[in-house]
């Protein structure tokens, strides 16, 4: 079950190299303390844009997704990140996700992206799997209307 308060970031464009990677989409996914809502923000950026547009921000009652939270959280807890950090996209989907909560502290990509070498752990097949299904349920948290 996941924790009562949480924040998560997905970034989809990690991987550099010279240069730090240019995003294609962020979003955040905050549920503050005691809070019935979790608050959705985020932009993305067009094709052949310079820069993220940022769409309105919205909330969603947290018991219509409570279901693909705890889903969510015990994928991320069962999967491994790079090493060191930043290193490699060892999901291979040029994706990131970070999630923070009183009992899990988890990212991988790094903060600056991907580009800094090979990692030392390597994901396996079940393992891209669970991270594309982690990347799916961000996805249509972000598209959910209340």
């Known amino acids: 079950m996941a924790p009562s308060e949480y924040s998560l970031r997905l970034q989809k464009g990690i991987v550099g190299g010279f240069a730090p990677p240019t995003p294609d989409a962020i979003y955040t996914i905050t549920r503050p303390k005691d809070h ?14 310079p820069s993220l547009q940022e769409f309105a921000p919205k909330s969603i009652p947290h018991s219509d997704a409570v279901t693909l939270i705890d889903e969510l959280h015990g994928i991320l807890k069962d999967l491994p990140t790079e090493q060191p950090p930043g290193s490699e996209d060892i999901y291979g989907l040029n994706t990131s996700i970070a999630w923070g909560s009183d009992d899990l502290e988890w990212f991988n990509g790094g903060p600056a992206g991907c580009g800094g070498g090979e990692s030392s752990v390597k994901a396996t097949a079940q393992q891209k799997e669970k991270f594309k299904r982690a990347v799916e349920i961000v996805e249509h948290l972000v598209k959910k209307d209340k």
């Open 36 to 49: 019935a809502d979790i608050n959705i923000a985020g932009g993305e950026r067009p094709t052949g844009t």
